[in-house]
């Protein structure tokens, strides 16, 4: 943890499993609440909108065109440079926006934390994703 790159990516994976423990704890049903909590009763139809935090269906179309499109994209990049590093940034990516998404329903249900304290962590995370994705492009994690 000496460097502002390894600082990021510990972040990023905290946020990543700040996700995951909800996601069991809601599942297990431990705690009694009301109405719907994001990440129940998966199956086909609604995975991607539990994953995501995007409730409307059209959002889950275009949230999953631009990360197929962009993985296309991704690996012919990664063909044309000979390198695997577009390809590490774009799956590091895709899960990092998607865990901040979901992570965004889970402070904004219940009405528990105003808009604006969740707008200055979004500022800070995204200094904290292009910390990461800076050290990824220039190794020096």
Known sequence: MNTFFRICIFICLSLIVFNLVFAVINGLGAFPHEGEVPGQEFDESNVLSRLTGLSDPNMNAIWAG???LSF???VV???VTHSVIPIGMHLF???FWTSWIHTQSILSYGGLLPDDIV???FVGVLFVFIAAIVGILTGSG
């Open 119 to 121: 707008s200055i962590f």
């Open 66 to 68: 631009v990360v197929g």
């Open 72 to 74: 296309l994209g991704v």
């Open 77 to 79: 990049l990664a063909a």
């Open 93 to 95: 990516s895709t899960v």
